[in-house]
Nanobody
């Protein structure tokens, strides 16, 4: 399995930006699909974005499309989620996850490794 540690969360005003990082340990990071999910208070965890090991054709939830960008750097074993034009409804704990798959995966059940989460709070 891959061990994951998120960072970069915090408090930001609506319209602001944050970049989340997900540091992975393990030699096989470059072959894992990476995903970001989030869980708002009182709600179930939901898919945000995913990127395959090739970095080609990432997938986004409708709420993230056009505002968030997922990327990865195999040299540093790190995945990123750049979040722009943040809204109060983006407030949640954001989780990084890894899936042993060749393809981008939106299904939570495809992911076998999870980070501890990082809090993102967007004030209005």
């Amino acid at each position: 399995q891959v061990q994951l540690v998120e960072s970069g969360g915090g408090l930001v005003q609506a319209g602001g930006s944050l970049r989340l990082s997900c540091a992975a340990s393990g030699r096989t990071f470059s072959t894992y699909t990476m995903g970001w999910f989030r869980q708002a208070p009182g709600k179930e965890r939901e898919f945000v974005a995913t990127i395959a090991w090739t970095g080609v054709a990432p997938l986004y939830a409708a709420s993230a499309k056009g505002r968030f960008t997922i990327s990865r750097d195999s040299a540093s074993n790190t995945a990123y989620l750049q979040m722009n034009n943040l809204k109060p409804e983006d407030t949640a704990v954001y989780y990084c996850a890894a899936a042993a798959s060749f393809f981008a995966q939106a299904k939570e059940s495809e992911y076998s490794s999870w980070g501890q989460g990082t809090q993102v709070t967007v004030s209005s």
